[in-house]
């Protein structure tokens, strides 16, 4: 049987890939990826481990949480299911059918098309954005540049002209003038410093400044 540790890295980021999809499909090498329901998110990322074959989960945070009963679980491949071991403990972890968790598996690699806004933002500012969404009920977010480059990200209601707004201004770089939105509910991102490029082909790229680690998330046309 082919064994495996999960890196704290690795732990972390399928943690965050189950609250875009409750099922992941991880396939045989050392890239993992995941799409959400909507199809409107998906993320990959490159880990260092490399796992020995693929396999379904249908339940990723189901299998995450049962790994906390065990001190340093070591994985042990069989076919059909997975052994967890570590403290003198030992769990048998079955592999869900490939029909159910195919959904959960994107193939083909995204081609994002090129950014029209690009800019950096850090970790403390994507979590006063998810808290400004929170606090004032601001379901939309903006990206918007003007004749002059300047580029500011803003929460708002689209469908209510008189809603609360919050802003905040970034450094980066804009082809002109532009005005593209997407869902902040749809910003579902591993804690960390980001890259970001916008295109008006509504869709996002997100790219986690540490790990190798990508989001493409979708605009709203």
């Known amino acids: ?23 992941i499909m ?39 949480t049962g790994m906390s009963l065990f001190d340093s679980p070591v994985l042990e491949f069989a076919e059909q299911h997975v052994n967890i071991i570590g403290n003198g403990r030992k769990a048998r972890y079955y592999f869900s059918n490939p029909e159910i968790t195919l959904k959960a598996a994107p193939e083909k690699n995204v081609k994002f098309p090129g950014a029209d806004i690009e800019f950096n933002i850090s970790a403390e500012d994507i979590k006063a954005l998810k808290t400004a969404s929170t606090v004032y009920s601001l379901p939309d977010l903006s990206f918007t540049s003007d004749d002059d480059r300047n580029i500011a990200i803003k929460l708002f209601n689209k469908e209510d002209a008189t809603s609360n ?57």
Not at 5 to 19: E, G, P, Y
Request: charged share 20%; proline share 2%; with cysteine.
């Open 1 to 23: 049987m082919s064994k495996l540790i999960l890196s704290n890295d690795t732990h972390a980021i399928l943690k965050n890939f189950a609250t875009i999809n409750s099922s």
């Open 26 to 64: 991880i396939r045989e090498g050392n890239t993992l990826k995941t799409i959400s329901v909507g199809e409107n998110s998906i993320a990959e990322f490159n880990c260092e481990e490399t796992f020995p074959q693929s396999f379904g989960i249908y339940d990723l945070s189901e299998f995450l």
């Open 165 to 221: 707004v919050y802003e905040q201004t970034v450094t980066g770089n804009s082809t002109g003038v532009h005005n593209l939105c997407m869902k902040m509910d749809n910003l579902r991102l591993h804690n960390g410093d980001y890259h970001v490029e916008v295109s008006q082909k509504l869709v996002s790229m997100w790219k986690h400044q540490r790990l190798d680690l990508k989001y493409f998330i979708a605009l709203e046309p």
